[in-house]
């Protein structure tokens, strides 16, 4: 069994910051491809950021110079920085991660609401 569970999510006001963090756990060999992707209300899940097992990193351009993603490949960790948060940030974020087990899975996690209102 794998989990990926998010933290950090929560209200905060335009030109605030929040830290989400994404930790995965149960029975992993390997996990590559780390991501955060977001569902606002009416709007279809768009990919936020990816971060390979290398490092490597891809934004999209809505959040390019404001958001940062890292991981922590021992912790099995990854984050997402959101700076500079506008109210069209607002979005149920979701952690999604590529994981070997016998064959690689992709898994997600249950989603963390970020509200971005003054």
């Known amino acids: 069994q794998v989990q990926l569970v998010e933290s950090g999510g929560g209200s905060v006001q335009p030109g605030g910051s929040l830290r989400l963090s994404c930790a995965a756990s149960?029975?992993?060999?390997?996990?590559?491809?780390m991501g955060w992707y977001r569902r606002a209300p009416g709007k279809e899940r768009e990919l936020v950021a990816s971060i390979t097992s290398g490092g490597t990193t891809n934004y999209a351009d809505s959040v390019k110079g404001r958001f940062t993603i890292s991981r922590d490949n021992a912790k099995k960790m990854v984050y997402l920085q959101m700076n500079s948060l506008k109210p069209e940030d607002t979005a149920v974020y979701y952690c999604?991660?590529?994981?070997?087990?016998?064959?690689?899975?992709?898994?997600w996690g249950q989603g963390t609401q970020v509200t971005v209102s003054s």
């Open positions: 149960g029975s992993i060999f390997l996990v590559g491809g």
């Open positions: 999604n991660a590529a994981i070997f087990r016998t064959r690689w899975y992709d898994y």
